[in-house]
């Protein structure tokens, strides 16, 4: 057993203060990932700082038309904010089609994007793990990684990215706010995310301490006509083996906008920039949309057990973009 201290937070400043610190403390929020971690000896920090009492918790209108998503938004409240539902749909599936109920009830935003991978390895402190444990090599490069990602991989990690709500953030470009211990920063979206490269170690561009205060959503009006797709074992409580973000619009049968991004198969949140250009002023057919798929996906690299991501991402585009030109409202 290893003693935890545990204090609760009133205000940001004295958050940031104290987890920025002590290099052995870290933040708590709605505990649904940070107290399995801490019960499997993943992660041992000293200290844990309770955030919930932080006023983060907000959806607030932006002057520029968009909308901010409070850092300890709950994933439950956010999904039945009807703005939201109305403005981004795309955000708002992507939510309820994550967890559970109970999970989502407890689940903060920030925490769902500071979420650790789920690869097997990882969690098992016997296993060699580069992202756990920095030079001990990948356990999942020759073993059981069927969930494992096909894209954005390196030789020293090929765990996926397990958020929902991040792959429709980065269809969207959104923005993270965050405060301390240095400036307060935006940061787009796709730069909050790294690749694994020769670092795994390192998911994320923050300093220690450094708290996710909000998300904004730009104002995209073509985000009204958006959905979030998502592939998995089965139909409730589990994490993407494929999943696709899309906002499209189509005008005199040509596709005039669009924006995607691919959940569960790569190592970071995908933004599907290939496919987007394929698509961009193409006819909205099936046959410009399984251009966009293989243009996507021609960089996809398997590892054994997973080769069936990459058909499966394919087709999980194209149906996507499918349902898309079948939905009224995309002209
Ligand atoms: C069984 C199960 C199934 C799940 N299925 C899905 C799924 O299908 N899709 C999906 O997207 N997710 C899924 N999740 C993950 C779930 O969404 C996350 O556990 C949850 O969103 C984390 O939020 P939290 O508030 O509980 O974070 P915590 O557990 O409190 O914290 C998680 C991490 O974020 C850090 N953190 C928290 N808040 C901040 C902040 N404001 N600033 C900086 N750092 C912060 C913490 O220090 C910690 O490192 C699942 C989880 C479980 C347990
Ligand atoms: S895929 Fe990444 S998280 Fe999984 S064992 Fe390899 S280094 Fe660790």
């Known amino acids: 057993m290893r003693p935890v201290s545990y204090s609760r937070a009133t205000d940001v400043d004295t958050a940031i203060g104290t987890v920025s610190a002590d290099p052995e403390s870290t933040f708590l929020a709605g505990g649904t990932t940070q107290v399995d971690l801490l019960r499997i000896y993943v992660e041992q920090p000293r200290r844990l700082v309770d955030i919930n009492d932080l006023p983060l918790n907000r959806i607030e209108e932006l002057p520029d038309g968009g909308l901010r998503l409070g850092g300890l938004a709950r994933m439950s409240d956010v999904a039945e904010e009807p703005e939201l539902v109305r403005r981004y749909p795309m955000v708002a599936e992507a939510l309820l089609l994550g967890a559970s109920p109970q999970l989502r009830n407890m689940a903060t935003l920030a925490g769902n994007l500071m979420q650790r991978v789920r690869c097997t390895y990882f969690r098992d402190t016997e296993a060699a793990c580069n992202k756990r444990a920095p030079g001990t090599g990948c356990s999942a490069l020759d073993g059981i990684n069927r969930g494992h990602a096909v894209l954005g991989t390196s030789e020293h990690c090929i765990a996926t990215h397990p958020s929902d709500l991040a792959v429709a953030l980065v269809a969207l470009d959104a923005v993270v706010q ?151 409202g995309t002209t």
């Open 178 to 328: 965050t405060e301390g211990p240095g400036d307060a920063r935006s940061i787009p979206i796709d730069d909050f995310f790294l690749l694994p490269g020769q670092t795994p170690e390192r998911e994320h561009p923050l300093a220690h301490g450094e708290l996710v205060t909000g998300i904004d959503l730009p104002p995209t009006p073509v985000a009204a006509r958006s959905r979030y797709i998502k592939i998995r074992d089965r139909e409730s409580y589990e994490f993407a083996l494929a999943s696709v973000a899309v906002a499209m619009s189509v005008d005199g049968g040509r596709i005039s906008e669009v924006r995607l991004a691919l959940g569960g198969v790569a190592t970071k949140p995908w933004r599907a920039r290939a496919a987007e250009q394929v698509l961009d002023g193409a006819p909205a057919t099936t046959d410009s949309f399984r251009r966009a798929a293989e243009a996507e996906l021609a960089p996809a690299v398997p590892h054994g057990m997973n080769a069936f991501k990459i058909e499966l991402a394919r087709r999980t585009i194209i149906r996507a973009l499918e349902q898309m030109t079948q939905r009224e």
